[in-house]
């Protein structure tokens, strides 16, 4: 599996859950969160696999061993997923590549 399809593919599955959430008075916060990752997710699809932002997750350790694999969020991006509502998704791949710095592969 490439790096496109395994971050998207995480993305698609981190908005679907989103999308299942059901709690009272969020204000539209879950549809908001899954219509971002969505977007995100889209964007991730139209990258090449050696694409920088890619290969910096890359060397974080978020694809296994060698770069390559399935993404595997670390805690710090599993938090920032979570409360994520708003922004472009150049936005989040780079607030991804921050939660990361620093913090253990």
């Known amino acids: 599996m490439s790096r496109t399809e395994s971050l998207a593919g995480y993305l698609r599955a981190q908005a679907r859950r989103k999308l299942d959430r059901v709690e009272l008075r ?3 916060r879950n ?3 899954a219509l971002s990752l969505l977007d995100a997710t889209v964007y991730v699809e139209s990258l090449d696999d050696d694409d920088p932002q890619l290969t910096a997750l890359a060397e ?3 694809f296994g061993p060698g770069g390559s ?3 595997r969020a670390a805690e710090e991006v599993e938090r920032l997923i ?3 509502e708003a922004g472009e998704p150049r936005q989040l791949l780079a ?3 921050s939660a990361l710095q620093g913090s253990p592969a």
Do not use: K, P
């Open 82 to 84: 979570r409360f994520w």
């Open 60 to 62: 974080a350790g978020c």
């Open 95 to 97: 607030a991804i590549r």
């Open 31 to 33: 549809a908001r969160s």
């Open 26 to 28: 969020d204000g539209g």
């Open 69 to 71: 694999g399935d993404f």
